[in-house]
């Protein structure tokens, strides 16, 4: 998965709003319709509760929003009429689906979403060391990037494996710098010979 951009721009008639496929919206949305394949079939029905219940769960900008919505003479309907192909765009992209993968499919076997929203909570709080609010504001894709970096960062300090840590003390570049980091902690008093 790449990393996707932070928004998508919902356009609805000559306006441009900013939509955030945050964590949270994920989790809020796929409880309440019992799954995006049920918010994305209302969508596909032209169901305008489903559409502004996305817009209202992800809307980077509530102000703009509501004054552009509120209004009796808006035009908000008649828009969204209009978008709502891009609404269904957009909840692939909520959902966490890689819009532009170029990789082989995979072949692990499927989870629910709330299993998986769980999952990534746990990485973005526990692995990250991300504040809750944090992770929840987080896209799907940034979490997974994150993550991603995290783990390359650990394989570069500590080795990926047997091979990777074989090489470093053979040629002595990793082997101070793993006793050091392996001492952390080791109250034991640790004398290196002069």
Not at 13 to 34: H, Q, T
Not at 152 to 163: E, P, R, V
Not at 175 to 180: M, V
Request: hydrophobic letters at 45%; glycine letters at 8%.
């Amino acid at each position: 998965m790449r990393l996707a951009a932070n928004t998508f721009a919902l356009q609805l008639g000559s306006r441009s709003f900013d939509l955030k496929p945050s964590l949270r919206a994920a989790f809020v949305l796929n409880e309440k319709y019992d799954g995006f394949q049920n918010l994305d079939r209302y969508l596909a029905e032209g169901r305008l509760t489903a559409a502004l219940d996305l817009i209202n769960a992800t809307i980077t900008d509530q102000k703009a929003w509501a004054s552009y919505a509120l209004p009796s003479e808006s035009t908000v309907v008649t828009d969204l009429w209009n978008a709502f192909d891009q609404l269904q765009e957009f909840v692939v992209i909520l959902c966490g689906a890689d819009t532009e993968s170029t990789s082989k499919p995979t072949t692990g076997k499927p989870i629910p979403f709330e299993e998986a929203f769980t999952h990534l909570f746990e990485v973005a709080t526990g692995w990250l060391g991300w504040p809750p609010c944090d992770a929840w504001d987080a896209s799907i894709s940034e979490i997974l990037a994150a993550q991603r970096g995290r783990e390359a960062m650990l394989k570069a300090i500590f080795g990926g494996g047997k091979d990777d840590q074989a090489a470093g003390v053979a040629d002595g570049s990793l082997a101070n710098i793993k006793a050091d980091l392996n001492a952390i902690g080791d109250m034991t008093n640790h004398v290196r010979p002069r």
